[in-house]
């Protein structure tokens, strides 16, 4: 079993930057891949971006490349999500999750653990 806690969220200006945090607790959090999602209101769930579980390949939603960057700390059992030039059509609830599988996870169902999410919201 594996416990995710997002925090950073908040509300930010068109062109703010923010970074989420991730803190996982239980089994060994390397032993996963980490993934972020978002939800705006009315929306399905949607991949942002993630990491394979093995070197650290890093991969992104189009939506979110070149703006967004996962990266992660096993030391500290955390994910980060470092978000900049943010626009208002990045408001959403901000999701962590954490797969075992080993390829790139980009649906909801690849992911076996979930965090409660943290809100952003970007003002125009």
């Known amino acids: 079993q594996v416990q995710l806690v997002e925090s950073g969220g908040g509300l930010v200006q068109a062109g703010a930057s923010l970074r989420l945090s991730c803190a996982a607790s239980?089994?060994?959090?390397?032993?996963?891949?980490p993934g972020w999602f978002r939800q705006a209101p009315g929306k399905e769930r949607e991949f942002v971006a993630g990491?394979?579980?093995?070197?650290?390949?890093?991969y992104y939603a189009e939506s979110v490349k070149g703006r967004f960057t996962i990266s992660r700390d096993n030391a500290k059992n955390t994910v980060y999500l470092q978000m900049n030039s943010l626009t208002p059509e990045d408001t959403a609830v901000y999701y962590c999750?954490?797969?075992?599988?080993?390829?790139?996870?980009?649906?909801?169902?690849?992911?076996?653990?979930w965090g409660q999410g943290t809100q952003v919201t970007v003002s125009s």
């Open positions: 990491m394979r579980r093995s070197g650290g390949d890093t």
């Open positions: 239980g089994r060994t959090f390397s032993n996963y891949a």
């Open positions: 999750a954490a797969g075992f599988g080993i390829w790139k996870l980009i649906s909801v169902d690849d992911y076996d653990y």
